[in-house]
Nanobody
Framework: QVHLVESGGGLVQAGGSLRLSCAAS????????MGWFRQAPGKEREFVSA????????YTANSVKGRFTISRDNTNNTVYLQMNSLKPEDTAVYYC???????????????????WGQGTQVTVSS
């Protein structure tokens, strides 16, 4: 089992940057694929980006590709989401999630993630 805590959200102007962090408890972090998802008010949760257990595979949604970068540090049990060139439409609550079932080809499937953080708010002003 893994407990996830996100941090790094906040208010930023359009064009700005933020780096989200997700700290995981437990000694088996490296056995989990990790993903970032987001949910804007009135909208369904959507996939943002995910990374495989050892970081060899990554998958990023087209809406953020080229602007967001996911990475992980298995030594420190942390996954990151670097967000650059932020747009108002990126405003959402961002969640990190962990999965022991997701593979390189299924990283974007939120149904495979069984551990979720509490979320961190990202607000981008125009």
């Amino acid at each position: 089992q893994v407990h996830l805590v996100e941090s790094g959200g906040g208010l930023v102007q359009a064009g700005g940057s933020l780096r989200l962090s997700c700290a995981a408890s437990g000694r088996t972090f490296s056995s989990y694929a990790m993903g970032w998802f987001r949910q804007a008010p009135g909208k369904e949760r959507e996939f943002v980006s995910a990374i495989s257990q050892r970081g060899g595979s990554k998958y990023t949604a087209n809406s953020v590709k080229g602007r967001f970068t996911i990475s992980r540090d298995n030594t420190n049990n942390t996954v990151y989401l670097q967000m650059n060139s932020l747009k108002p439409e990126d405003t959402a609550v961002y969640y990190c999630a962990g999965s022991q079932r997701a593979t390189a080809s299924t990283l974007l499937l939120d149904g495979l993630y069984n551990y979720w953080g509490q979320g961190t708010q990202v607000t981008v002003s125009s």
